[in-house]
């Protein structure tokens, strides 16, 4: 893959145009998705940023409190519906007692990307939820970049979202009394999935 760099020297009455093309650091799977992230946020040494929309799957949340307990910062913005967030959801409060860094996105600016950043030198984006109902039941795609200026752009969205959304300091689940009526149905069906799907060892 490359990235085109357009260069306009001026100078003459004829402005000169000069396209250069440089590769891309870049790389794209269609399957074995979940292994992909959890290298990507293995190979991580100083910082592990994640702006998802979802955060169930275990095994996952079990590596970023390992990262967190070798002393790498891990930052993360998610949703706080729940799915996130109900009585038997991840231990959120672990996760912070544990010194990581947790904020919700608010309605109107709810996340549906999902990107990754390790150490702020590579990005990992995509389509798959970090949930195990997304394991098996969608075709999917992941992809990492590791060219500065692009890898740049996603390091300024989220520290926007840093500067813009609360860091929580204790969560409180949801309950079922708060979902709306209209949702059970997707919840119950949702929840069950994933919990059949979660790795028996975390």
Not at 55 to 81: C, H, M, P, Q, Y
Not at 170 to 177: D, E, G, L, N, R
Request: glycine residues 4%; contains cysteine.
């Amino acid at each position: 893959m490359f990235w085109e760099l357009i260069l306009v020297l001026g100078g003459s009455e004829t402005p000169k145009f000069f396209h250069i093309f440089a590769p891309m650091h870049s790389n794209i799977y269609f399957t074995d998705i979940k292994s992909h992230i959890l290298s990507h946020i293995r190979s991580t040494e100083t910082s592990v940023k994640l702006a998802v929309s979802w955060l169930t799957d275990r095994e996952i949340f079990a590596l970023l409190l390992d990262k967190l307990s070798n002393g790498i910062a891990v930052s993360l913005v998610t949703r706080n519906d729940y799915f996130n967030n109900h009585p038997q959801s991840l231990p959120w409060n672990d996760f912070i007692i544990a010194g990581g860094n947790l904020r919700f996105s608010r309605n109107g600016e709810q996340l549906h990307y999902k990107f990754i950043l390790a150490d702020d030198t590579a990005v990992l984006c995509t389509s798959y939820n970090l949930t195990c109902f997304a394991n098996g039941n969608n075709r999917e795609n992941v992809m990492t970049f590791s060219e500065p200026a692009f890898v740049n752009q996603f390091v300024v969205e989220h520290a926007y979202l840093c500067s813009t959304l609360p860091l929580q300091t204790h969560v409180t689940p949801m309950q079922w009394a708060e979902v709306p009526e209209d949702l059970h149905g997707f919840y119950k069906g949702t929840l069950e999935n994933d919990a059949r799907k979660q790795n028996p060892d975390f």
